[in-house]
């Protein structure tokens, strides 16, 4: 029955070695994949040149040799075996494949390619000679021959996590990324530990601005593959970008110690001890990243950011002078000279560099600002030494502005009066109505929740004026959800004081957070009672 079967597929019956060197030499070929598997690489060689002296012809033999040699990165050997092996078996599907992984990792892609489309034009069948025909075209920008490739192969293999993470990579690069979250989601699937994908998919999110989502993906992508440099720099950078600036630290040192080389995370440490105002560490880290890349140019811009804040300010203008020979594209690196010759009253010097960063970006306020406050101090005029513009939110409507906006304001200031007459729609002036809406009922306070956490993320200073931050109850729960400014009549800061002094906000909030779960209107009744229990 077998050999029926066999005679089918093969054409013919194999020949019996009747002295026993196939079989010897096929034994030794099973103990070199063994030792290999193990990770003990030389002696699988051993192994496998054992086989081929018995065998010289054996061109599976050259190809397990060849592929010991490139996991030892031993990669021209390894072409010289692969080489020897299709000489043996010109239709050896395998052996192409391998030989264009190594060509690949060698930089020629030219030639890794025609031996991935060799390999699967001899085995049209097999997912993983088309997902490495399709990561190759994708690293050659041919991303819809790549798309093609790797669909053949999951239509080989739908179960294929490598291939739908790789869609992924193409639809990402395309800026489709949307359709990116869903491959590589997919990926995720059916390989839960696949730290590549979790990796791609955190990049994608984070395109979408679903910040929070991302830093998730990035976690899970330093938790199963932590060696891997960009997983934590991706999850420092992003932390960074909701404002988590002492979140952001611990991975930003990880990833300067998983690759002590890497100029990047140096510069992303340096940016993270920036925003902690923790100048002379900034400082050092900056350093760092020059010194492993000169042409880093980001790194030396904050560098001259960190010299600026420290006051030494000729330095700055060197480190900005640089940043912008290295990338004369970027306005802000103008900017920041213009800024720095104005600390140093060089007001001439500094409006054609205003001028030529408003030429590369006309949107970009802050030029526009100094440039005519030079134009005030050239007329002789005297201006203030900094002009703050701030926002009053008293329309529910401005809480959901862009995220641009958060970062252009100064401050924002929330009306309180205003803003609860709108949210409720009730005229605060009719007593009828009046009562139907409390300061602390619990979509008000969650609705205000939304405005902490988005100053919070843009490091926007948040201040809460109005009658509300006058009395002390309301006052306390604004102060538990996260407003630190209060603006109040001076008859009220007595009392506010005094109630706030005697309790614990962390506390206070987790009574509120209480009363949210219980399902309740207001958490009023709830810090009503728990203020009586502190009182006792």
Not at 73 to 90: F, H, N, Q, S, W
Not at 313 to 320: G, P, R, V
Not at 352 to 380: C, M, V
Request: charged share 25%; proline share 4%.
């Amino acid at each position: 029955m077998l050999s029926t079967i066999y005679r089918a597929e093969v054409g013919e019956l194999p020949t019996l070695d009747s002295d026993g060197t196939a079989l010897q030499a096929r034994e030794l070929m099973d103990k070199g994949y063994s030792l290999t598997e193990l990770g003990r690489l030389e002696e699988a060689l051993e192994a496998y040149d054992r086989a081929i002296t018995l065998q010289p012809d054996y061109a599976w033999a050259w190809a397990r040799r060849a592929r010991t040699l490139r996991l030892l990165e031993r990669y021209e050997e390894a072409i010289v075996c692969y080489d020897r092996a299709l000489t043996l078996d010109p239709n050896y599907a395998w052996a192409y494949n391998g030989k264009g992984i190594i060509l690949d990792r060698l930089q020629r892609p030219a030639e890794a390619l025609i031996c991935f489309i060799q390999a699967t034009e001899l085995n049209p069948r097999d997912v993983w000679y088309w997902y490495n025909r399709g990561d190759l075209l994708d690293k050659l920008g041919r991303r819809r021959e790549a798309m093609d490739a790797l669909q053949r192969g999951l239509s080989i293999d739908a179960r294929h996590p490598n291939s739908h993470a790789r869609v992924g990579q193409i639809y990402r690069n395309e800026k489709q990324y949307d359709a990116a979250v869903q491959a590589y989601e997919q990926a995720i699937r059916l390989l839960p530990e696949y730290a590549w994908a979790h990796n791609g998919c955190g990049l994608a999110l984070k395109a979408l601005g679903r910040l929070n989502e991302a830093i998730l993906s990035f976690r899970r992508a330093t938790r199963y593959q932590p060696e891997i440099v960009w997983h934590w720099y991706n999850l420092a950078e992003t932390l960074i970008m909701t404002g988590r600036y002492q979140e952001a630290l611990p991975p930003a040192r990880e990833a300067t110690r998983m690759d002590p080389l890497h100029a990047p995370s140096w510069g992303k440490l340096g940016q993270v001890l920036r925003y902690l105002k923790r100048y002379e560490e900034a400082l050092d880290a900056y350093e760092r990243a020059v010194e492993l890349d000169e042409s880093f140019d980001w790194a030396l811009n904050g560098k001259g950011i960190i010299l600026e804040q420290l006051e030494r300010y000729d330095e700055a203008l060197d480190c900005y002078r640089q940043a912008t020979l290295l990338d004369p594209q970027r306005d802000w690196y103008y900017y920041n000279q213009a800024n720095v010759l104005m600390l140093l009253g060089r007001f001439n010097d500094a409006l054609p560099l205003l001028d030529h960063a408003i030429s590369l970006n006309t949107d970009y306020a802050r030029s526009h600002a100094l440039r005519e406050l030079h134009r005030e101090k050239s007329l002789g005029h005297p201006v203030p030494e900094r002009v703050e513009i701030g926002a009053m939110l008293e329309t529910p409507s401005l809480a959901f502005a862009p995220r641009s906006f958060y970062e252009l304001t100064d401050f924002v200031s929330v009306g309180g009066n205003d803003l609860k007459q709108f949210f409720f729609a009730a005229d605060r002036e009719n007593e009828l109505v009046r009562r139907r809406y409390d300061t602390l009922n619990l979509s008000f306070l969650s609705f205000l929740e939304q405005i902490v956490a988005r100053c919070r993320e843009t490091d926007t200073p948040l201040s809460f004026c109005g009658e509300d931050a006058g009395r002390p109850i309301e006052a306390l729960a604004l102060a538990a959800i996260g407003f630190r400014s209060l603006s109040m009549r001076p008859a009220s800061v007595g009392p506010v004081k005094a109630l706030l002094r005697k309790v614990n906000l962390d506390q206070a909030r987790k009574v509120i957070e209480a009363a949210r779960a219980e399902g309740a209107e207001s958490a009023r009744p709830r810090l009503m009672d728990w203020l009586a229990t502190v009182a006792e």
